[in-house]
């Protein structure tokens, strides 16, 4: 039992002193920078879309997230509207074959939250539920992340389905599921990073 004691008390004693090493700081106010990203999947290119912030690292394991989805970047987000906060783990589609598809054909969003759906620009294009398996709602956001509207989706069996435009331009929507943004209001804003 000592022997097992003593073992013991030695690994905490090491690994103490391993997460007590002095790393680089990289706050608020550091005149380090922090290495340059490896990934290949990281461009630098500019492509006149707006920046989608990169995925913050984490010691938690990835979500899991529908086949459907899994070739697209997952994201964390935001919404603030007053004292209320919501936090979202979405898929982001960014190209125009990535916004066509959306969440068609998903009926288990698994562990994430909905979709965010960047655009090039403002655009005043609707929304629909063709082929989607799960009501949705929907909220817009403008080029400068303010609540533009949000509205729920009901699904849609008829192949001729409608479509729901926001109330004005926006460049990002979010997709979750029906019932998500009940009671948000005009105040709240989109965070990209938070």
């Known amino acids: 039992m000592r022997r097992i004691l003593a073992v013991a008390a030695a690994a905490l004693l090491v690994t103490t002193a391993a997460c007590s090493a002095k790393l680089p700081d990289f706050g608020v106010g550091s005149t380090s920078e922090p290495p340059a990203s ?10 006149g879309a707006p920046p989608i912030p990169a995925s913050t690292t984490s010691t938690e394991a990835p979500p899991f997230v529908p086949q459907q989805l899994a070739d697209l970047e997952i994201q964390a987000i935001a919404i603030v509207d007053g004292e209320r906060l919501w936090n979202f783990v979405v898929a982001v589609a960014a190209t125009e074959d990535q916004r066509r598809q959306g969440l068609m054909n998903v009926a288990d969003l698994q562990d994430l939250d909905g ?3 960047v655009f090039d620009s403002p655009t005043d294009t609707g929304f629909w539920m063709k082929d989607v398996l799960l009501p949705l709602d929907i909220a817009f956001f403008g080029e400068d992340l303010t609540f533009v509207d949000s509205f729920t989706m009901p699904l849609c069996a008829v192949e001729d389905c409608p479509t729901f435009p926001p109330a004005g331009p926006f460049q990002y929507g979010v997709e979750t599921l029906e019932s998500g943004f009940a009671g948000i209001s005009p ?4 965070i990209l990073n938070p």
């Open 115 to 117: 979709m965010l759906f």
């Open 38 to 47: 490896t990934d290949p999947s990281v461009t630098t290119e500019p492509t």
């Open 187 to 190: 105040a709240a804003t989109l």
